[in-house]
């Protein structure tokens, strides 16, 4: 039924010249006709037509739709700090780190998923900050479930979307803090509440693969990075941007009740026997 079908579609792309040509064959006829057409094609043609094909059908692909509703993500990252010694968001001072993701796809709009990431993070106070000498070097580990709102439907190739994840930090941080002419040395480790929020933009490559890149901010509720004893009274001053740019491979093989190689979803007769022509 798959070939028959993408047969059948070859005059749409060729033009009413094409059309004409065929008007005045039978249709019992038709099918075997392009078929001797189809084997006689040379191997380089045929690779030129394949390319072809890919770039003029890839916008009606994707990663993650709901024929294959589970995609794992590996991706690189960076950290960036603002707290009580300064700031190094969007200053091009990064620290870097990995992580993957596990995610399901429930709708058109939304998909959950688990996801880590453990990175570095570090910064030092410049010359003329108050706390000047203070500076600390923490290792990041975060673990959140995500909900993820798409923001375009799932046949368009670039695919905005939102994501809301709550989880866990966990800080292990170590470096000196220099105040009132004392310096002293800490060592901290400790697990906090964080709220992760980020926004991003997936590409689909192939039918299995996509491209994303994603920022958002991580604010680990009452964190101390820096261990300073002077805190903002709303406890939001030691948090971190991620960054984030990766892969995404769809997991598993899309239902195909006929096994001609065309998803149920996509086929149009998809309990077609095989040898029947449509």
């Given at each position: 039924?798959?070939?028959?079908?993408?047969?059948?579609?070859?005059?749409?792309?060729?033009?009413?010249?094409?059309?004409?040509?065929?008007a005045g064959v039978p249709p019992g006829r038709l099918n075997p006709i392009l078929r001797s057409m189809h084997t006689r094609f040379s191997l380089p043609k045929a690779?030129?037509?394949?390319?072809?094909?890919?770039?003029?059908?890839?916008?009606?692909?994707?990663?993650?739709?709901?024929?294959?509703?589970?995609?794992?993500?590996?991706?690189?990252?960076?950290?960036?700090?603002?707290?009580?010694?300064?700031?190094?968001?969007?200053?091009?001072?990064?620290?870097?780190?990995?992580?993957?993701?596990?995610?399901?796809?429930?709708?058109?709009?939304?998909?959950?998923?688990?996801?880590?990431?453990?990175?570095?993070?570090?910064?030092?106070?410049?010359?003329?900050?108050?706390?000047?000498?203070?500076?600390?070097?923490?290792?990041?580990?975060?673990?959140?479930?995500?909900?993820?709102?798409?923001?375009?439907?799932?046949?368009?190739?670039?695919?905005?979307?939102?994501?809301?994840?709550?989880?866990?930090?966990?800080?292990?941080?170590?470096?000196?803090?220099?105040?009132?002419?004392?310096?002293?040395?800490?060592?901290?480790?400790?697990?906090?509440?964080?709220?992760?929020?980020?926004?991003?933009?997936?590409?689909?490559?192939?039918?299995?693969?996509?491209?994303?890149?994603?920022?958002?901010?991580?604010?680990?509720?009452?964190?101390?990075?820096?261990?300073?004893?002077?805190?903002?009274?709303?406890?939001?001053?030691?948090?971190?941007?991620?960054?984030?740019?990766?892969?995404?491979?769809?997991?598993?093989?899309?239902?195909?009740?006929?096994?001609?190689?065309?998803?149920?979803?996509?086929?149009?007769?998809?309990?077609?026997?095989?040898?029947?022509?449509?």
């Open positions: 039924a798959a070939a028959v079908s993408s047969m059948a579609a070859l005059p749409l792309c060729l033009g009413s010249g094409y059309n004409a040509l065929l690779l030129m037509l394949g390319a072809a094909a890919w770039a003029l059908t890839a916008p009606a692909t994707q990663a993650q739709t709901s024929d294959r509703r589970t995609a794992l993500s590996i991706y690189g990252s960076s950290l960036q700090y603002k707290g009580n010694l300064g700031s190094n968001f969007y200053n091009g001072n990064l620290e870097f780190g990995a992580g993957f993701s596990i995610d399901r796809y429930l709708s058109r709009g939304l998909d959950l998923g688990f996801q880590f990431n453990y990175g570095d993070l570090k910064f030092t106070a410049p010359n003329s900050a108050p706390y000047f000498g203070t500076g600390f070097d923490a290792n990041v580990a975060t673990a959140n479930l995500a909900l993820k709102f798409k923001l375009l439907k799932e046949t368009s190739f670039i695919q905005p979307y939102l994501l809301l994840a709550p989880g866990v930090a966990i800080t292990s941080s170590d470096g000196v803090v220099n105040q009132n002419n004392r310096r002293q040395a800490f060592d901290n480790s400790d697990t906090y509440f964080d709220l992760h929020g980020a926004a991003g933009i997936k590409f689909r490559l192939s039918d299995g693969v996509g491209l994303f890149v994603q920022t958002g901010q991580h604010w680990p509720v009452g964190a101390n990075f820096d261990n300073l004893q002077n805190r903002d009274d709303n406890s939001w001053d030691d948090r971190f941007l991620q960054h984030s740019a990766g892969l995404t491979f769809a997991l598993g093989k899309a239902k195909d009740e006929d096994n001609d190689g065309v998803s149920d979803r996509k086929d149009k007769c998809p309990g077609t026997p095989a040898g029947v022509a449509v």
